[in-house]
């Protein structure tokens, strides 16, 4: 077995195992290969001259104490159900750790796994349940730009810090999720539960969880010691977020994301 770096010739073999293995809608393949294909920064593992495994650490930036750091973000870590149980993933996260600089991060499909590969959770965020509120609200939403929406996630993560998202990133998430925003906060909806609900100010928390309430959002996952924190009510589940292997990333908020 041979683990190395992707090349350009690569692109197809390495389209059709993502496809494959995640089953994924023609449309996000299309739009992810076309966009976030480097070669350069995808480790993979070839039998017979056949590519078996893969992933992509995507470059990225987080931010802490107010500095910008260089780190790596893995996605589309995959491997054929044939060669699977036979240590090639363990393999190509060991090469991209030792091969790549800074921080190697990443939100988890089995979190134990990437625990017994050295990987540690860095932060949680709080679910609670809401109560529907069937007031009409005179709250009017916003419909705000990538921009927009940095401006309020940088400000709601700014004391803890953040895994940083450029523009295709936030295109990315408001494709897949319903969203819900009002100047300076906004909620990413999926199958009823607010699983990111981001504001800048005690007021802007208030005016949001209205509207969540209004349509029946049942959940809502929020940081820890956020404007939200006194406006909750009842126990909180303590839902574990994204993982690094660098533990001076403890706290930072590290989200799924494309």
């Not at 077995?1 to 995640?22: C, G, N, Q, Y």
């Not at 940088?154 to 895994?163: F, I, K, N, V």
Request: glycine letters at 6%; aromatic letters at 10%; one cysteine or more.
């Amino acid at each position: 077995m041979k683990i190395e770096r992707a090349s350009e010739r690569d692109f197809a073999e390495l389209k059709t195992l993502w496809s494959v293995v995640f089953d994924e809608e023609p449309q996000f393949l299309e739009h992810f290969f076309s966009k976030r294909f480097h070669p350069e920064h995808i480790v993979l593992a070839r039998k017979g001259g056949m590519i078996v495994s893969a992933l992509h650490a995507l470059p990225s930036t987080y931010r802490q104490k107010g500095e910008e750091k260089h780190c790596s973000f893995i996605v589309g870590a995959a491997t054929y159900a044939s060669h699977r149980k036979q240590g090639i993933m363990g393999e190509l996260l060991a090469y991209t750790k030792a091969t790549t600089e800074g921080p190697v991060t990443l939100f988890p499909a089995v979190r134990p796994f990437y625990e017994a590969h050295g990987y540690l959770t860095t932060s949680s965020m709080e679910e609670y349940a809401l109560s529907p509120d069937k007031q009409e609200s005179k709250i009017p939403s916003s419909t705000p730009t990538p921009s927009q929406l940095d401006k309020i996630y940088r400000e709601a993560t700014g004391e803890d810090g953040a895994l940083m998202r450029d523009r295709e990133g936030w295109l990315s998430l408001i494709s897949g999720y319903d969203l819900i925003a009002l100047p300076d906060a906004y909620a990413f909806i999926n199958e009823g539960i607010a699983v990111e609900a981001m504001a800048t100010s005690r007021e802007s928390a208030k005016s949001l969880l209205s509207l969540l309430q209004q349509r029946e959002i049942g959940r809502i996952r929020v940081l820890p010691n956020s404007p939200f924190s006194t406006l909750l009510a009842g126990p909180a589940e303590m839902v574990p977020m994204g993982m690094s292997t660098d533990p001076s990333m403890a706290g930072v908020y590290i989200a799924e994301q494309y």
